[in-house]
């Protein structure tokens, strides 16, 4: 498995992660997410997986990034505070590598909620500060709201559907050094359907592309996230062969030939 730096920090993650919304098995799949290399394991606090993902990295926490994120209604410096905990305690860790935002708040100050999240790390209880569904102003005032530590990540929605954050987004991560965690970078299964039988002009496309790589369709979709320098992606799959594809989605990379095909049938 290919790594990235995350951030500007030094530390390496997979090009492939792995998600857990809906994640709704035993260990297994996660144990061997991570013996592939696949060993950012992304989970949070409303997934309801918190347990699952304790359970299963139990024997090999110190193999495992373990990302996962406060709810964006409790985002109150308190209410971080107590959500942190909660989540350790029902993932049976004494700290995590990553602790995302989930979801930026209009309510309350980001101030206060990035005082939070500095508290956890100068607690020791959180590595790593990171935001998700944050727009670039959002990130520019978050990154303002930081005293003492940097936002190295910004986890938001990302495949050949949903583009809408190469405008903007994704040039100011590049040039501010945060990780784009991409999630959900198979449309929610949509771009790989499990009976392989994809419809429309744009899996001809993708399917066109996969062939020529000798490269699964899901395989495709996910490298053509990857094009992206400063981007991770996260599949959730809880099947192990599809967790060994999907991390056949690492190390390679498509031509201007695929690139231009991909954008003529998922237009930006
Ligand atoms: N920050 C946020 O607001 C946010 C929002 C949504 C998601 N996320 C994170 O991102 C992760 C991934 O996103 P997602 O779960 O929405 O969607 P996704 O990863 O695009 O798709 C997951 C779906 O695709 C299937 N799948 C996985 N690999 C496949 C393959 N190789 N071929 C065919 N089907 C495949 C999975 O089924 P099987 O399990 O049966 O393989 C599952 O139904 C989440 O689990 C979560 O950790 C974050």
């Known amino acids: ?9 030094g530390v390496k993650v997979p090009e ?5 919304w ?27 997986t918190e347990e699952a993902v304790g359970e299963a990295i139990k024997p090999i926490r110190d193999q495992v990034f373990l990302a996962s994120k406060v709810s964006g209604n409790h985002l109150r410096y308190d209410m971080v505070l107590e959500a942190a905990e909660g989540s350790l305690r029902r993932m049976g860790v004494d700290y995590m590598d990553l602790y995302q935002i989930h979801w930026p708040s209009h309510t309350v100050a980001i101030k206060d909620t990035m005082r939070a999240m500095e508290t956890l790390v100068d607690r020791g209880l959180v590595k790593y500060i990171g935001v998700s569904n944050f727009n670039v102003q959002e990130m520019r005032d978050a990154m303002a709201a930081m005293s003492n530590y940097p936002i190295v990540a910004n986890q938001v929605k990302y495949s050949l559907q949903v583009r809408h954050i190469e405008r903007g987004l994704i040039p100011f991560c590049e040039e501010n050094k945060v990780t784009v965690i991409g999630y959900s970078p198979l449309a929610v299964g949509a771009l790989a359907p499990k009976s392989g039988d994809g419809s429309g002009p744009g899996f001809k496309a993708l399917q066109q592309v ?11 979709a996910m490298a053509w996230c990857l094009r992206h320098p ?6 959730k799959s809880q099947n192990l062969g599809r967790i060994e594809e999907n991390c056949g989605a690492a190390g390679w990379q498509l031509d201007t030939d695929d690139l231009q095909a991909l954008d003529k049938a998922f237009p930006a």
């Open 22 to 48: 809906n994640y709704k098995t035993g260990p297994e799949p996660i144990r061997k997410a991570v013996e592939l290399g696949s060993f950012l394991i992304d989970t949070a606090e409303m997934y309801g």
């Open 16 to 20: 492939v992660g792995l998600g857990t």
């Open 230 to 235: 400063s981007m991770i992606v996260i599949p």
């Open 210 to 220: 996969a062939q020529k790589h000798g490269k699964t369709v899901a395989q495709t």
């Open 1 to 9: 498995m290919e790594l990235r730096e995350l951030g500007n920090t």
